[in-house]
């Protein structure tokens, strides 16, 4: 019988959400979890270092889209939920290699989906109706808002604009369709752009942060008066876990930092942040090394999140204002430049090649 103290399965549990929200599991929960990642690019263990060792604790490499591994997963460890991070996340590979992301996470999903369904429909009715199938997508599923329009909302429709916002969308409503159609108990997030440590630097925050450090031109698309609501990873992670304990199947939840700022403010802060943590440096200002380069295609203008219904029903709310959340990401960059250095080598170097050698 599935009780408090069954396992979990998560997808995507070393990338950079899902290796905060795998530690914050640890750290809050401590119950089994089982962590299922390909370890692609963005993918690292060395994240999660803390919990490798910890009774409990199962790391299995493989893929979302192998069926007869996730059922086999299913079967040996019962959990009673899957924690479905496992996505390709960047718009700009989107535009440059749709495919893998239509493939990862329109397919992928589907597969779990499936997965989930012939592991929930053979359990037992107190058990079924304790599952949960938790789905983490994103705000760009809704597209883009103008200056003064009001943030998203749960009920907004989907406008997605790049390969990746489209195929989170309709990855969002394959989970919508399978909770409708055979009563799977499935909850959505929608979350804003996350920063923090552990992020992958080909994000604006890190990718910054790594320039800036070396001199180099920090690169700035068009005008840089894009918004985005900023959500600190580990407030994310908690919303998580509690959307997954409190949340009610059949419903989607907007996870939202309340921090809008422009891409070009929170740059300037960023730099403002170095020239303190970095009295020494030559590259001071480094807000001097701010670049314009071309936009990209289809560049949401503004992202702002109404984050209103996961106060209210989930009990949840951010801890960190944007100015707290970002000294702890930039302070965590600069003790930690042997991981930023380990994780952009080789192929990583080569995509930033690819993505602005033209710009």
Same mark, same amino acid.
């Given at each position: 019988?599935? &009780?408090?103290?069954?396992?979990?399965?998560?997808?995507?549990?070393?990338?950079?959400?899902?290796?905060? #929200?795998?530690?914050?599991?640890?750290?809050?929960?401590?119950?089994?979890?089982?962590?299922?990642?390909?370890?692609? $690019? +963005?993918?690292?263990? /060395?994240?999660?270092?803390?919990?490798?060792?910890?009774?409990?604790?199962?790391?299995?490499?493989?893929?979302?889209?192998?069926?007869?591994?996730?059922?086999?997963?299913l079967v040996e460890h019962k959990p009673?939920?899957?924690?479905?991070? +496992? +996505?390709?996340?960047?718009?700009?590979?989107?535009?440059?290699?749709?495919?893998?992301?239509?493939?990862?996470?329109?397919?992928?999903?589907?597969?779990?989906?499936?997965?989930?369904?012939? $592991?929930?429909?053979?359990?037992?009715? %107190?058990?079924? %109706?304790?599952? /949960?199938?938790?789905?983490?997508?994103?705000?760009?599923?809704?597209?883009?808002?103008?200056?003064?329009?009001?943030? #998203?909302?749960?009920?907004?429709?989907?406008?997605? &604009?790049?390969?990746?916002?489209?195929?989170?969308?309709?990855?969002?409503?394959?989970?919508?369709?399978?909770?409708?159609?055979?009563?799977?108990?499935?909850?959505?997030?929608? *979350?804003? &752009? &996350?920063?923090?440590?552990?992020?992958?630097?080909?994000?604006?925050?890190?990718?910054?942060?790594?320039?800036?450090?070396?001199?180099?031109?920090?690169?700035?698309?068009?005008?840089?008066?894009q918004v985005r609501d900023w959500l600190?990873?580990?407030?994310?992670?908690?919303?998580?876990?509690?959307?997954?304990? @409190?949340?009610?199947?059949?419903?989607? $939840?907007?996870?939202?930092?309340?921090?809008?700022?422009?891409?070009?403010?929170?740059?300037?802060?960023? *730099?403002?942040?170095?020239?303190?943590?970095?009295?020494?440096?030559?590259?001071?200002?480094? +807000?001097?090394?701010?670049?314009?380069?071309?936009?990209?295609?289809?560049?949401?203008? /503004?992202?702002?999140?109404?984050?209103?219904?996961?106060?209210?029903?989930?009990?949840?709310?951010?801890?960190?204002?944007?100015?707290?959340?970002?000294?702890?990401?930039? @302070?965590?960059?600069?003790?930690?430049?042997?991981?930023?250095?380990?994780?952009?080598?080789?192929? $990583?170097?080569?995509?930033?090649?690819?993505?602005? %050698?033209?710009?």
């Amino acid at each position: 019988m599935l &009780n408090d103290d069954s396992s979990i399965l998560v997808t995507g549990g070393a990338g950079f959400i899902g290796s905060h #929200f795998v530690l914050d599991w640890f750290t809050s929960m401590g119950t089994p979890l089982v962590n299922l990642d390909k370890l692609t $690019y +963005a993918g690292n263990l /060395r994240n999660l270092e803390a919990v490798a060792g910890r009774p409990g604790y199962t790391f299995v490499r493989g893929d979302i889209r192998d069926r007869d591994l996730v059922g086999r997963l299913l079967v040996e460890h019962k959990p009673r939920a899957i924690v479905h991070l +496992a +996505a390709e996340s960047h718009v700009d590979r989107s535009l440059v290699g749709p495919g893998e992301f239509l493939d990862t996470n329109v397919h992928g999903t589907f597969v779990m989906l499936e997965a989930a369904r012939g $592991y929930w429909q053979g359990l037992d009715e %107190a058990d079924r %109706a304790r599952f /949960r199938f938790l789905h983490v997508s994103t705000d760009e599923v809704f597209g883009s808002l103008k200056p003064g329009d009001a943030p #998203f909302e749960e009920t907004f429709a989907f406008r997605p &604009n790049s390969p990746y916002a489209a195929s989170k969308a309709a990855s969002d409503l394959i989970v919508r369709a399978w909770h409708k159609s055979y009563g799977l108990p499935t909850i959505v997030t929608n *979350c804003s &752009n &996350n920063y923090g440590p552990l992020q992958f630097p080909e994000k604006l925050l890190p990718l910054v942060l790594d320039k800036a450090i070396h001199g180099e031109p920090l690169p700035i698309y068009g005008d840089g008066l894009q918004v985005r609501d900023w959500l600190y990873v580990g407030d994310h992670a908690t919303a998580l876990r509690v959307a997954l304990e @409190r949340g009610q199947p059949g419903q989607t $939840y907007n996870i939202g930092g309340w921090n809008e700022q422009t891409n070009l403010d929170t740059v300037t802060m960023l *730099c403002a942040l170095l020239d303190e943590f970095l009295p020494e440096s030559p590259h001071r200002p480094h +807000a001097k090394l701010m670049k314009s380069v071309t936009d990209r295609p289809g560049h949401d203008r /503004r992202y702002a999140i109404n984050a209103t219904k996961a106060e209210r029903e989930l009990g949840w709310r951010p801890a960190e204002t944007f100015a707290t959340g970002l000294r702890k990401t930039v @302070r965590w960059y600069l003790d930690n430049q042997a991981w930023v250095e380990e994780v952009t080598s080789g192929a $990583y170097r080569a995509w930033m090649e690819t993505n602005y %050698a033209g710009r």
